[in-house]
């Protein structure tokens, strides 16, 4: 069946050095999602990506869209310690009514 | 705007006892609905989903089941809970004006003894 794999699982930085988690595909997807987690707490979207090659940002946040749709990147720069928690990308395959198949996450801490 | 709930909170139980966990959506029609697992603080597993009142669909073989008796209104339940059900359970809604973005409630955090 269809997989999302992200890596790293785990990324510990210096506040203000940069961070970017990657996101693969087993398939061509209709569109990728990125959430965030903070500890204690809930996923919340912050964006989704749909044509190919496509990128987006959203402050210090970059996502990218590969051109194949298989591959995403989320990258931040300059990191703060409010950006620490879990980043989940989502991917969607065509003609599958709304399921997501989530990546594993990558939790990120920031060291002020 | 759209609002989406879930109860209890926090939920303790002891091995073969039953589940019910209920997620509530306010100010949209026809979402699509869904319950995840999340284990261990990290991924997020995908147990049902339900594109319409009475429709279900189920990703994971296990002893949990999920109903839609309203529009808004989603519904995961088990008759004897094991020890390898506790986790965080996370009610999500999404729709296709918005492109299946997902929006997630505060979850229940179920411990099983």
């Known amino acids: 069946g269809q997989q999302v794999m992200q890596i790293p699982q785990y990324q510990h930085v210096q506040e203000g050095e940069d961070f970017t988690t990657y996101c693969n595909s087993s398939?061509?997807?209709?569109?990728i999602q990125w959430y965030k987690q903070r500890p204690g707490g809930h996923p919340v979207f912050l964006i989704q990506l749909v044509k190919s090659g496509e990128v987006k940002k959203q402050k210090r946040l970059t996502f990218q869209f590969g051109e194949a749709k298989k591959n995403s990147s989320l990258h931040i720069t300059a990191t703060q310690t409010t950006d620490v928690g879990t980043y989940f990308c989502?991917?969607?395959?065509?003609?599958?009514?709304?399921?997501?198949?989530f990546g594993q996450g990558t939790e990120l801490s920031v060291k002020p | 705007s759209q609002t989406i709930h879930q109860w209890p909170a926090t939920l303790v139980q002891p091995v073969g006892s039953p589940l019910s966990l209920e997620c509530t959506v306010e100010g949209t029609s026809n979402p699509n609905l869904y319950w995840y697992r999340q284990a261990a603080g990290r991924g997020l597993q995908l147990l049902f989903y339900?594109?319409?009142?009475?429709?279900i669909s189920s990703e994971v073989p296990q002893n949990l089941s999920a109903s839609r008796p309203q529009d808004r209104q989603f519904i995961l339940s088990s008759k004897k809970l094991l020890l390898s059900d506790s986790g965080f359970y996370l009610c999500a809604w999404g729709a296709v004006d918005r492109g299946y973005e997902q929006y997630f409630g505060p979850g229940t955090r179920l411990t099983v003894t």
């Open positions: 989502a991917g969607m395959a065509h003609n599958q009514g709304g399921k997501l198949i």
């Open positions: 339900s594109v319409g009142i009475g429709q």
């Open positions: 398939t061509t997807l209709s569109n």
